[in-house]
């Protein structure tokens, strides 16, 4: 389950729930079975876009109802729900656990790097910033002709208004945690 699936999952039960309704009664008002209800709630389904328009016609909410983030105190995620956002076969993995979204100047990913392999990322733009931590080997960054070496617990911080490369010159797969910040 991504993200997306996992947010509308958590939004149609609230719905539901807040509304004492049962799947029954939003199998009835929707068009759309309560077996397929029952799946997208449980984050078993991947709705089409014409379920989505039959479920908030029915429930007379609006499809960014469903879709946002949940306002729950707790949101959880699970690498195992995400699929990888770029990634090239036996080189890198980059996975989006809390993607952009309006209310909030911040994204979190983790970026996976194969030995001896190297990720190249374009410049993000002016007012973003970009926090990164070693889980896992060691990172050598590569921008502006100079290069920043970062082991397993280490951190680095940077403008990312340049074009950069995440390169992993060690014998073990690396695994950093990355975080865009905006600043503006």
Request: glycine residues 6%; contains cysteine; aromatic residues 12%.
């Given at each position: 389950?991504?993200?997306?699936?996992?947010?509308?999952?958590?939004?149609?039960?609230?719905?539901?729930?807040?509304?004492?309704?049962?799947?029954?009664?939003?199998?009835?008002?929707?068009?759309?079975?309560?077996?397929?209800?029952?799946?997208?709630?449980?984050?078993?389904?991947?709705?089409?876009?014409?379920?989505?328009?039959?479920?908030?016609?029915?429930?007379?909410?609006?499809?960014?109802?469903?879709?946002?983030?949940?306002?729950?105190?707790?949101?959880?995620?699970?690498?195992?729900?995400?699929?990888?956002?770029?990634?090239?076969?036996?080189?890198?993995?980059?996975?989006?656990?809390?993607?952009?979204?309006?209310?909030?100047?911040?994204?979190?990913?983790?970026?996976?790097?194969?030995?001896?392999?190297?990720?190249?990322?374009?410049?993000?733009?002016?007012?973003?910033?970009?926090?990164?931590?070693?889980?896992?080997?060691?990172?050598?960054?590569?921008?502006?002709?100079?290069?920043?070496v970062a082991g397993t617990g280490d951190a680095i911080r940077?403008?990312?208004?340049?074009?950069?490369?995440?390169?992993?010159?060690?014998?073990?797969?690396?695994?950093?945690?990355?975080?865009?910040?905006?600043?503006?």
């Open positions: 389950m991504d993200y997306l699936n996992q947010n509308i999952s958590m939004n149609l039960k609230r719905i539901r729930t807040a509304r004492g309704y049962s799947l029954d009664m939003v199998a009835e008002q929707t068009g759309v079975s309560k077996s397929m209800l029952g799946q997208i709630e449980r984050g078993e389904a991947n709705p089409t876009i014409g379920i989505l328009g039959k479920i908030v016609s029915g429930l007379r909410v609006e499809l960014t109802d469903l879709v946002e983030t949940p306002k729950e105190q707790i949101y959880p995620v699970k690498k195992e729900w995400l699929m990888p956002i770029k990634e090239e076969k036996d080189k890198y993995r980059i996975y989006n656990y809390f993607p952009y979204e309006k209310t909030r100047n911040f994204e979190l990913y983790t970026m996976e790097i194969a030995p001896n392999e190297v990720y190249y990322s374009g410049a993000h733009g002016e007012n973003t910033r970009e926090y990164l931590v070693v889980q896992k080997g060691q990172l050598t960054l590569k921008m502006d002709g100079r290069k920043y940077f403008e990312t208004d340049k074009e950069h490369m995440y390169c992993n010159e060690d014998k073990e797969l690396l695994q950093i945690v990355c975080v865009f910040y905006y600043t503006a």
